[in-house]
């Protein structure tokens, strides 16, 4: 559930129009919904409620110091993958002991860092790693605490660009190997061994893949505990969300309709999960972005221009691949819904940017009521993986970012001055 929805034929969040938003801010335009945001958190630890357990958001989805700020207040925790989103949890008056240090590839530096901040854990992925926090932990003179990232083999059956949990990915150690790594690890003097992790993939919408990856390494984790002490187990993120009826499933009457039940909610997440993990007495680990932020935030968009060739109509907006790259990475759907409610027979039209790339789509054939040049658009969904991807492609600057609370809004970042896009670039000398 989500609070996009439209109040007398104007698309509202929360109690602000849309169009009132992008009058005073202008388009490419994020929007995020703090109640959205707050909510979808708590349904999730609420359900969780029986387990001793921490989410740890993982702000890779979406790093805005506001949302990270919203989460931090309702006591989260996070999942972290480089030195600079550590950085940017603390500036957001986060706890760095309620972080989990995730990722393949981290450096002596950001290693360094997170231990001089205190994290809670470094969910390791391969010995190397492993050797490389004992080696930066003895130099600082201290203990690093340690995971090791088990990859259970299970596959996801989610777009191959975000499975993670089978070994035909980068991501973690095989599950055979995990007992002997930790009986290694246990050799390392400035390791402690306190957590074991898995995490198998994004964007997933049955809970089959999370029962059966559970049912797999919770009775290793129980091992772990009684040889090494390890006090966690971390499940990992990856619970999907609604892209599709977006609109609708604002509304609390779509989720009792049949097309619902093909969602995961934390109601069954938590159904099927808790079960199996009570009985270890471990804390628990949960690692969602997607699922925090993904329905929280819409992308708003101005019509510049409706051009039509052949059979084909094509609508330009303002936003293009350089805001949201989701469709021309992921094959993503996103909802396309427009700030006032248009009359008259929808037909196909291709949503593109101005970007010079056929990749830069937002929809294909998508049927879309009569709009025309200066009509408001708004891509649904768009709050995780949206922003945070962002990049000055073709010279665009980054879009403002609005977070709404009731009828207040707030800018949680300004739209970049196009003159910084180029402020760190200098001519080489002998060009001056
Ligand atoms: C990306 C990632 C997550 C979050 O994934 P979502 O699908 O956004 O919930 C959690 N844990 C790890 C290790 C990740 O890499």
């Given amino acids: 559930m989500h609070e996009f929805r439209y109040v007398a034929g104007r698309l509202h969040c929360e109690r602000i129009p849309i169009e009132s938003l992008v009058r005073r801010h202008g388009t490419p335009l994020y929007v995020y919904s703090e109640r959205t945001l707050r909510e979808h958190f708590q349904r999730l630890d609420s359900a969780l409620a029986p387990l001793d357990h921490l989410v740890c958001y993982a702000l890779k989805a979406n790093s805005n110091l506001a949302v990270l700020r919203t989460f931090a207040d309702l006591g989260a925790g996070f999942d972290l993958v480089s030195g600079g989103e550590l950085q940017r949890v603390m500036a957001a008056g986060g706890d760095p002991g309620r972080c989990v240090f ?19 854990c470094f969910n390791a992925e ?28 299970v596959d996801a059956h989610t777009h191959a660009k975000i499975t993670t949990g089978t070994y035909e ?10 007992p002997a790594v930790y009986a290694r690890a246990a050799k390392l003097k400035h390791l ?43 499940i990992g993120g990856g619970i999907g969300i609604v892209y599709q009826p977006a609109l609708a499933s604002a509304d609390p009457k ?14 069954t997440y938590a159904a099927a999960l808790v079960s199996l993990l009570q009985p270890l007495g471990l804390r628990v680990l949960l690692e ?63 949503v593109v940017g101005p970007v010079c790339e056929s990749g830069d789509y937002f929809a294909k054939d998508r049927p879309l009521p009569p709009v025309k040049e200066g009509d408001y658009l708004a891509l649904l969904s768009a709050g ?49």
């Fill in 102 to 120: 995730a990722g393949v590839g981290k450096s002596e530096a950001e290693i360094a860092l997170a231990l001089r901040a205190g994290i809670y």
């Fill in 126 to 153: 391969s010995e190397p790693e492993l050797h490389r926090i004992n080696r930066v932990a003895a130099g600082l003179g201290v203990r690093a605490p340690v995971a090791v990232r088990v990859n259970p083999n």
């Fill in 169 to 178: 990915n980068k991501f973690g150690i095989a599950f055979e190997e995990i």
């Fill in 192 to 234: 402690q061994l306190r957590g074991i992790q898995m995490h198998i993939g994004s964007q997933l919408t049955e809970v089959k893949p999370f029962r059966l990856a559970v049912e797999r390494v919770a009775p290793l984790a129980r091992d772990l505990a009684n040889r090494h002490g390890i006090e966690f187990f971390s």
């Fill in 254 to 267: 779509w989720w009792r309709t049949p097309a619902a039940r093909q969602i995961l909610t934390p109601a």
């Fill in 288 to 350: 969602p972005g997607r699922f925090l932020v993904g329905n929280a935030g819409i992308l708003v968009t101005r019509v510049e221009y409706v051009k039509r060739t052949g059979r084909k109509t094509f609508v330009i907006v303002d936003a293009a691949m350089n805001d949201l790259i989701r469709p021309a990475f992921y094959d993503a759907y996103h909802e396309i819904v427009p700030a006032r409610k248009l009359t008259g027979k929808a037909r196909p039209c291709d």
């Fill in 384 to 432: 995780a993986y949206g922003s945070v991807m962002g990049s000055n492609y073709n010279t665009r600057p980054l879009p403002a970012e609005i977070l709404v609370r009731g009828a207040k809004a707030g800018v949680v970042r300004e739209r970049q001055p196009v003159d910084a896009i180029w402020s760190h670039e200098r001519l080489a000398a002998w060009q001056r």
